[in-house]
C-alpha cells in the first residue's frame, strides 16, 4: 500500500490509514480484553455463591443425620464423595490458572501475571485484569504445543470425568438400602440424574468449525481465544462443576424426604366444633384451602380401624341408628423420613344425629285462608334447605316456592276444612326420608261490615256526619293478616222521612255515596235510613253479600 509509484503525498496518507486502523483494533482489543475480566469476575462471584449454598444444603443433612437418622447419614456421605469430585477438578483448573499467571508475568511469581495499578482492577473485591490478556501464544503453547498438547488433553478429559462421576454419585444413592429403600425414592433419584444430567454444563466435547471440519475442545475454545478469553472459560468451568455438585447435593437432600408427605393436590376445608345448632345460636368454622398428597401410602384410622384411602383421602361412612351426639378419634399414619416407625396424627371430631322431624311453621296461624298468600316455612335440622321437599294435600290447596325454607300456600277454591302439609328430605346417600307432617284448618276470610266512610251503625247516626261522607266501605277489624281489603261494589239504599213522602229507595253500583245524597238532603233528625243487598269483593275474587246497615239519624 506504501510502496509502488505513488506520490510522497499518497504515501504519507496511506501511511497513516494503516497507523490509525492498527490503533482503531487495538482500542476494541482493549475493550474485549476488559469485557472478558468482567466475565471472569461475575464467573467467580457466582461460584462462591454456589459454594455457600452447597455448605448451607450439607448443614441440614448433617441436622438431620444427627437425629439417628440413616438415610440423612448417607446422604451426607455422597454429598461428601461430590464434593471430592468437583474439589479435585476445581484445583486443576486453579493450577492451570496459577501456571499461565507466571508464564505471563516474570515466569516466576503467578501475582506478576495481573496489573496491579487502579486501571486492572475493574470489579472491587475481584481478580486484576491480566498483564497480558491479549496473548494469543502463552496458553497455545501450554495446552497444545508442549508435551503434544497433553495438558489441553488432561484437562479436557478431567471435565468429562467430573460430570459422569457427579452423576455417578446419584445412581449409585439408588442402589443403597437405607437412603433408597422404597420404590418411590428410587424413582425419585432416578428421574433427578436425567434431568441434572439434561441441563448440565459441564462438557468438553470435541466439534466442528465453521467450514464443517472436526475440531477439537481444546483448539475451539482455549488455543484460538486471547488469553483473557481463556481465563473467563477456565472460570465457566469452575461454575458449571460447583453447579453440578449443588444440583447432586439438592437431589440428595430431597431424596431423605422422598418418603414424606408431597403436597400435590389442593381442596377447599371447613373445619366447625359444630355440626348443628340451635336458633339464636352463633354458628363458626375454619374455613381454609388444605394441600394433601394424592399419591400417599398412608393408613387413615377411626376408632381403631382402618378405612378406605381414595386419591390421599380416608373415606369414613356410618350410618347412626339412635339420634344424639355421636364422637370419633381420627389417626393417620405417614411414613417416616430414612425409616423408623411411622408418624401418627390423631384428633377428634363429632356429630350430631336427628330423628326425622321436621319443623313446620304457619307464619301467622296454624289456619289457610281462602284466597290469600298464606306463608309457612319450613325447616329440617341439618338438612340443607334445597334438599327439602314440601307438599299440601287437601283443602283444595296449591303450593308456591318462595326462598329457600319459605312457602306460600294459596286457596283458589275451598274444598273441605282441612288440608295437610308433608315434608320429606333427601339425604346426602340419596334416600328421601319423610320428616313429618302438620295439619292446617282451610277457612273463608271473616265476613267485614258496612260503614258510610267513618260512619258506623252500631248506635245512633249523625246526619251531618253521613253528608260529607263520599264512599262506603266494608270495615275489616282485628283480622290476622294485615293489609287485606274488600272493596264495595253495590247496594240498595232505603229511607222514610217527615218530607220523603214514603219510603225512597236508590240501587247504585259501586262505593260511591254520591247517588243516595240528594235524599239525604231531605232527611231530618228522627227519619230512618237502611243499607241492604250490600255487596263485596275480597282478595278471592268472590262477592260476598254483607249485613245489613241502618238506623235513626240525629
Not at 454456589?50 to 443425620?65: H, W
Not at 344425629?353 to 307464619?363: E, G, R, T
Not at 307438599?391 to 277454591?413: A, D, E, F, I, S
Amino acid at each position: 500500500m506504501a510502496g509502488g509509484k505513488l506520490s510522497a503525498r499518497q504515501k504519507m496518507i496511506n501511511m497513516m490509514y494503516l497507523v490509525l486502523t492498527a490503533l482503531l483494533a487495538l482500542n476494541v482489543s482493549k475493550e474485549i480484553i476488559k469485557a472478558f475480566n468482567l466475565i471472569e469476575n461475575s464467573l467467580d462471584n457466582s461460584t462462591r455463591n454456589i459454594v455457600q449454598k452447597n455448605d448451607a444444603v450439607l448443614a441440614a443433612l448433617q441436622k438431620i443425620a444427627s437425629q439417628d437418622n440413616q438415610a440423612a447419614k448417607v446422604a451426607v456421605e455422597k454429598v461428601n464423595e461430590a464434593h471430592t469430585i468437583s474439589e479435585g477438578l476445581i484445583k486443576k483448573i486453579s493450577a492451570i490458572k496459577t501456571d499461565l499467571l507466571t508464564l505471563s508475568g516474570d515466569g516466576k511469581d503467578p501475582k506478576t501475571g495481573r496489573k496491579s495499578d487502579e486501571e486492572g482492577l475493574l470489579v472491587k473485591g475481584g481478580v486484576n485484569e491480566l498483564a497480558q490478556g491479549d496473548n494469543m501464544e502463552i496458553h497455545a503453547n501450554y495446552f497444545v504445543v508442549e508435551d503434544g498438547g497433553r495438558r489441553g488433553t488432561e484437562l479436557q478429559k478431567a471435565i468429562n470425568d467430573a460430570r459422569i462421576a457427579l452423576l455417578n454419585v446419584l445412581e449409585s444413592a439408588t442402589k443403597d438400602t437405607s437412603l433408597a429403600k422404597n420404590p418411590e425414592t428410587v424413582k425419585f433419584l432416578k428421574e433427578k440424574k436425567a434431568a441434572i444430567e439434561a441441563k448440565t454444563s459441564l462438557y468438553a466435547e470435541d466439534g466442528v468449525n465453521s467450514s464443517g471440519s472436526p475440531q477439537s475442545w481444546v483448539s475451539m475454545y482455549l488455543e484460538h481465544s486471547p488469553l483473557a478469553g481463556v481465563f473467563a472459560m477456565l472460570s465457566k468451568i469452575e461454575n458449571d462443576c460447583r453447579a453440578l455438585e449443588a444440583e447432586v447435593a439438592q437431589a440428595l437432600a430431597e431424596s431423605v424426604n422422598a418418603t414424606d408427605y408431597k403436597f400435590d393436590s389442593l381442596i377447599p376445608v371447613v373445619s366447625s366444633p359444630m355440626s348443628a345448632v340451635l336458633t339464636g345460636q352463633t354458628y363458626e368454622a375454619n374455613i381454609l384451602l388444605a394441600a394433601y398428597n394424592s399419591k400417599a401410602q398412608m393408613r387413615v384410622l377411626v376408632n381403631g380401624n382402618p378405612i378406605d384411602v381414595v386419591a390421599g383421602v380416608g373415606k369414613y361412612k356410618v350410618t347412626p341408628q339412635s339420634p344424639g351426639g355421636a364422637k370419633y378419634k381420627v389417626g393417620i399414619e405417614v411414613p417416616t423420613p430414612g425409616g423408623g416407625a411411622p408418624k401418627i396424627y390423631e384428633t377428634e371430631a363429632e356429630y350430631s344425629v336427628f330423628a326425622p322431624q321436621a319443623a313446620i311453621s304457619a307464619d301467622e296461624l296454624n289456619v289457610f285462608y281462602v284466597g290469600l298468600d298464606n306463608p309457612i316455612s319450613v325447616s329440617v335440622g341439618g338438612v340443607d334447605p334445597k334438599n327439602v321437599m314440601v307438599r299440601v294435600v287437601g283443602g283444595g290447596t296449591k303450593l308456591v316456592n318462595g326462598p329457600p325454607g319459605k312457602y306460600k300456600v294459596l286457596v283458589p277454591t275451598r274444598q273441605g276444612n282441612e288440608c295437610t302439609v308433608e315434608v320429606a328430605a333427601k339425604l346426602p346417600d340419596g334416600r328421601v326420608v319423610s320428616m313429618g307432617k302438620k295439619l292446617f284448618k282451610v277457612r273463608n276470610v271473616p265476613r267485614p261490615y258496612f260503614k258510610a266512610g267513618s260512619v258506623g251503625f252500631s248506635g245512633p247516626i249523625s246526619l251531618s256526619s253521613m253528608k260529607v261522607q263520599s264512599t262506603a266501605v266494608a270495615q275489616l277489624d282485628n283480622f290476622i293478616y294485615d293489609g287485606v281489603k274488600y272493596n264495595i261494589v253495590g247496594y240498595r239504599f232505603t229511607c222514610v222521612g217527615r218530607r220523603t213522602n214514603g219510603p225512597k229507595v236508590v240501587n247504585v253500583d259501586g262505593a260511591s255515596l254520591e247517588p243516595i245524597k240528594p235524599l239525604l238532603a231531605r232527611l231530618g233528625s228522627g227519619d230512618v235510613i237502611q243499607f241492604d243487598q250490600i255487596r263485596a269483593v275480597g282478595p278471592d275474587k268472590q262477592v260476598k253479600f254483607l249485613d245489613n246497615a241502618g238506623g235513626t239519624l240525629q
